[in-house]
């Protein structure tokens, strides 16, 4: 088995810390969940606990959780993995000059540039296939994409 590469560690510990910070700030994670989807997370138990985080948010109260008070309401083969990313974005905001909401901006802008150029991707190759009217559609999904990709990046 092959080691994962740079890139694939360096966008895992960003789904990771970004998570961390939703569990260990409800405050500022009800507001970065409402601009983040599921399709932000690459890994499947971060993609599981993104779901879960959202249904949590949707309920009355979520803001006035503690961190502990959110763990406890998670499923429980959710648990562990949510006290290990909150553990995670807890030393690295200590080492940060920056606040939990700025760097979950942050964080937030780099899963979304990250999905962006995904799907820019796939319409590049959706441009070199198919008949005129499908190249028309997708030229046009890439020129959205593309808009909404400089956007994120004009945020930060």
Do not use: W
Not at 9 to 30: A, D, M, N
Not at 37 to 58: E, G, H, T, V
Not at 102 to 119: I, T
């Amino acid at each position: 088995v092959s080691a994962p590469s740079t890139v694939d560690e360096t966008l895992g510990s960003v789904e990771r810390y970004l998570l961390g910070l939703l569990v260990g700030y409800p405050l500022v994670g009800k507001d970065l969940l409402t601009e983040l989807n599921k399709d932000c997370f690459i890994k499947q138990d971060a993609r599981a606990l993104y779901s879960a985080l959202r249904d949590l948010a949707a309920q009355a109260g979520f803001i006035r959780l503690s961190a502990d008070g959110l763990l406890e309401r998670l499923p429980k083969e959710l648990v562990s993995y949510a006290e290990g990313v909150r553990g995670l974005s807890e030393e690295r905001l200590a080492q940060s000059q920056e606040t939990a909401e700025s760097e979950g901006r942050a964080l937030l802008a780099a899963l979304q540039q990250r999905r962006l150029k995904s799907q820019l991707r796939d319409l590049q190759e959706e441009l070199s296939q198919g008949d005129d009217v499908q190249r028309m559609k997708s030229l046009k999904r890439f020129r959205a994409l593309a808009k909404e990709l400089v956007h994120v990046k004009t945020e930060q």
